[in-house]
Structures are given as structure tokens and as C-alpha cells.
């Protein structure tokens, strides 16, 4: 079957020696008009059928009993229906019959089928025509029926009527008309349409296969132009190209499970599928519903109720003299990310075993494979080879050296150097997929500039609010969107470009500048925050008693030192006025 040629219907005709018989969820395979049970091979022939989008066409049309059967064995008395006309559910059977003598030496009686075969060709369904409302017209008839003087009727209804007919004679004549545009071009057209031709003629056999090979070039072809020019057309209209590239998938993959012979069976992945959504919906906690209304008399407040619980407060939650809570941070959640922080490595264990019951509540699981373990020691410097993993409740984490979190890289200590060079790469993966329609010719550079602004920038500027840049890192963003330009323009080193002039062609955003201004911006938000928000707290926070004393060698580049330079030592404590004086 998987060798017969597209294009004709393939029938499986003979004595397939077993039984079949109609059985739920085979309605469209088997008909009513079998002969006896099914047997073993019977329910190999089903599937078969199944696989295939077969119909076991002899069991369909209406029979008495005496004229199904097509075997008859020794002594006449075992008769049997074993011999089947299968063919597609869409073949134009007209009937099936059983020819009851023929003059042949057989035990087997000849099966027979009808078919209808109309050599008349038949037409397409029409497509329907597509209409566009022109809003500049309809605006245009409304002004003109505007001006025109109306009397007003006293009854509402009439005046109901009046409007719903003015709105009917502006909108008259506002639908047009679009042209059908074909996706494909005619050179494409005339190979299909000679493939088809050729299909038929078997003495053609290396015709068809060349015309087959250029009508897939041509197809390809079309396709990448049209791809091209959908993106040109987002950029130029400052449309998502995030939807252009989705909507240009050209198939999805099915999701298909094997059954026990090793086969891809959807009824087995719709049942796999319909378990797990029972099982992951279906109740597995009582929740004991809270009774709101009591109808206990309170007693009333006493001095002796009242110190003992002031006595039972904890100590060490009250502001210090530096007027700073004892606030700890221990995690941070966003969706299904976490972050738990901890003292030591027995409050860590605690904390990550509880994580997992919780998480095993609402059927959720701790993946290890997944979960990274941080550590910042800087009097024990052990290397993390040698660190002993954290066993919680069966399962085994690792310690890692960094890892990701939402799109950042975390690290102890802080290497801002890995994250800079995580972003450029996913900048160059942003390029990759744009190069082509960044550097075809026919695109407008105006259109180069958006779509580098709009996907490659923001990739590789994600988070640089948050970074420490030194010169090292500033050169290295220069350098790498350098290279960027240079490609968009097909520049050679022999083209003694200089920078400045390979920048005023572009008119991209620099990325070191445009860093500088979103860390600027940024800063400016945490200036106007409430004290009682974290990132105000760790960005403001100096602690008790510090003493500003310089440390051996060269101080590390520090992250408000570049606020320090453009506004101030006093950046986070002044007014909106002098932030906006001191920038200019």
C-alpha cells in the first residue's frame, strides 16, 4: 500500500482467510452484513483498515445470509466469509454481489464490486470573492449627509428608522472588491500544472521526475520570497515580527504515541492524554470549609492577657538605631521560577523539602536536573568538585557555579562578564535568523534600522540595567555591534570605512549609550520608590557603623559609580527638578 502511486485508489482483493464482524469504534469500517464472529486474524485485518483508512467494502451493502458467506469447506456443512473487497472510505462503490456458480473447480465463490466511474470533470468550489470597507469613503458620505438639512420627526421610532436608513445610505457603495493575489507565481503555476499532465503518462516516467524536481525549486523559491516580503511588509508598518515568523510555519509536528506493536496510534495517545488531564483535575485534598459566623461571646480584653502577649513577641524584630528593619529576604517567585535563600546548609535542606510538599499538592514536582544550588564561602574557598551534594527527601541536588534565572546569569560572585557575553550570543542568534532580510539589497535601510532596533538590540540589551560596566565590556558591545553594521551594509575591511560613517549610515541606537540610558532611567525609578521596597532598600542601604576606608589595590568598579559621575554622590535623594538640571 505504502508503494502504490498517489493519485489512484488502491484495493485489497481476495482471500485474506479471516473473520470480521461489526464491533464499537469500528462503524466506519466494517458494515452490518458479516457472516459469523471475529476471529484473531479478522481483528489483524481491522486494524489494518484502521491504519490505512480502509472499508471492508463486501460487508456494507444489503445481503441475505445464504449470500454472504464465500468459503464452503469439505462436506458443505462449514461455510465462512473470508474473501473481502477492501478499498478508501471515498471509492464510488455502487454495490457489492456474490456470484453464486461458476463454472470453475473452487471451493471459494467469486466476489464482485461495483464502482461508478464519472469521467465528467468536476468543478471547484468557487472562492469566495473578498471585500474591503473603505473607511475614507465612508467617512467622506457621512460629512456629506452631515451638511444636509434633515427634519427631526416627533415620533422615536421614525426617528429610529431615519437614522438606521441615513447609516445605510452612507455605508452604500464602501465595500469593495479585492483582487485575489496568488501566493505563487505563474512559471510555478505552468510546472504544476505539467506535473499534472505528466502524472498520467507512464511512458513519461523521467519527464515527470525532472518537472518534479524544478517545481520544488520553484516552490522553495516562491516561499522564501514570500517570507521576505511579509517581514519587509511588518517592518515598514511597524507590525510584531515575533507574529510574521509564527504565522509562517509552514506545518506542525504531530504528537503520536507508539502502541504495544510498536506502531504510532492516536487512539493510544488520547488515552494517555485523557488520564493524565483526569488525573491532574480530579481532587486529592479535603479542604475543611471555615465556619465565618461564630456565635461565641468574645471576652473582653485584660491587662494580664494583654503583657502576656507583648511578652510573647519575638525580640530582634524591632528597627535598630540605622532605623532598619530585620527584614530577611529568603525567597523570590515568579510562576513556576524560585529562588529560596538561606544561612547555612540545614535551613536550605528545610526549606527545599518544604518547596516540595507544597509543590506536591497541587501536582506539581521539584525537578533536580533542573534546580541549580549556589554558594558564596569566602573564607572556605572549596572547590565545587569536592562539595557533597544536598540529599532532600530521596533526591539529589548539585551545586553549580551559575545558572539562569529569569533570562539572567547568577553567579557567586557576581560575573557580569558571562552575562554580557550569554547576551551578545543570543544578539547573533537574533541575526541569524534576520540576515537575510538585513542585508537584501531591496529593503530600505530605514526598515534595517527598526527591525535591528526592535529585535537585535533589545536581545542583547536584556537586563543592562542591572550591569557593572567597565571599559573591557563597553568595547566589547562596540566591537561586536560594529560587525553587525558592517554586515548590513556588505562592507569589507578594504572599503576604509570608518566608524563614525559606518554608524551615520545605519542609524542604529548604540548599545553603550543606550545601556547608560536605561540604567539611568532605572536608577531614576528606584529614586521615586517607597523605602519599604526591596530594590530601594539593597540599592540605598549603607551599613551601621561603616567606616569609607580604601582597601588595597584598585577599587572594583562599582554599580552607582556611573551615577556618581552624571549626577551625584546624593542621586537617590533629590527632587525631580535637579535630577533634570544635573543630567543636562
Known sequence: ???????????????????????????????????????????????????SRLRVWNTWHVSRKNRLWTWRGPGGVVKHQIDYLIGPQSAPV??????????????????????????????????????????????????????????????????????????????????????????????????????????????????????????RKSLQEDLRLRKEN???????????????????????????????????????????????YEELFSPKVS??????????????????????????????????????????????????????????????ATMIGKLIVECGKVGLKVHPAKTMLLTENRKQKQPL???????????????????????????????????????????????????ELLRHHLVSTEAKRRAFDACITLCVLYGCEAWTLRETDRELLAVTQRKMERRMLKLRWQDRWTNERVRQATGVKDWVMEAERRKLAWANKIRKMDDTKWARKMTTWIPYNYANKRGQGRPKERWRNDLKRKIGSDWWSIDDEEWLSRLS
Open 1 to 51: 500500500m505504502k508503494q502504490a502511486p498517489k493519485g489512484y485508489m488502491s484495493f485489497i482483493i481476495g482471500d485474506l482467510n479471516g473473520r470480521v464482524k461489526r464491533e464499537p469504534g469500528m462503524e466506519s469500517i466494517v458494515g452490518q452484513y458479516t457472516f459469523a464472529d471475529m476471529n484473531d486474524r479478522g481483528r489483524r485485518i481491522v486494524e489494518l483498515c484502521s491504519r
Open 230 to 276: 511579509e517581514l519587509m511588509t511588518a517592518i515598514e508598518k511597524r507590525r510584531s515580527i515575533s507574529k510574521v515568523v509564527r504565522s509562517q510555519d509552514m506545518y506542525k509536528k504531530r504528537l503520536l504515541l507508539k502502541d504495544s506493536n510498536g506502531l504510532l496510534s492516536q487512539k493510544e495517545t488520547e488515552e494517555q492524554v485523557k488520564n493524565f
Open 385 to 435: 568538585s569536592q562539595k557533597q551534594p544536598l540529599s532532600v527527601r530521596g533526591q539529589q541536588f548539585l551545586y553549580q557555579e551559575g545558572g539562569k534565572y529569569l533570562g539572567r546569569y547568577l553567579s557567586f560572585p557576581i560575573d557580569n562578564v558571562k552575562e554580557i557575553k550569554r547576551r551578545i550570543q543570543s544578539g547573533w542568534n537574533a541575526w541569524g535568523k534576520l540576515s
Open 94 to 215: 455502487v454495490k457489492t454481489t456474490v456470484i453464486n456458480r461458476l463454472e470453475y473447480d473452487t471451493d471459494h465463490r467469486l466476489v464482485r464490486m461495483t464502482l461508478h466511474l464519472d469521467g465528467k470533470k468536476k468543478w471547484k468550489r468557487k472562492r469566495p470573492k473578498m471585500r474591503k470597507f473603505d473607511r475614507t469613503e465612508y467617512r467622506s458620505n457621512a460629512n456629506a449627509l452631515a451638511m444636509m438639512i434633515v427634519p427631526i420627526p416627533p415620533d422615536p421610532i421614525q426617528v429610529y428608522n431615519a437614522t438606521v436608513s441615513l447609516l445605510h445610505k452612507t455605508a452604500t457603495g464602501c465595500w469593495k472588491e479585492t483582487e485575489f493575489v496568488s501566493k505563487f507565481s505563474n512559471a510555478t503555476k505552468a510546472l504544476l500544472l505539467e506535473r499534472c499532465n505528466l502524472k498520467s503518462d507512464p511512458m513519461r516516467t523521467t519527464d515527470y521526475v525532472n518537472v518534479c524536481k524544478e517545481a
Open 287 to 348: 479542604i475543611a470549609q471555615p465556619n465565618l459566623y461564630s456565635t461565641e461571646n468574645l471576652p473582653p480584653f485584660t491587662l494580664s492577657g494583654i503583657s502576656n502577649a507583648i511578652n510573647s513577641l519575638k525580640f530582634g524584630h524591632a528597627a535598630g538605631i540605622d532605623r532598619i528593619l530585620p527584614d530577611i529576604l529568603t525567597t523570590l517567585t515568579y510562576a513556576d521560577d524560585v529562588v529560596v535563600v538561606a544561612r547555612n546548609r540545614s535551613d536550605l
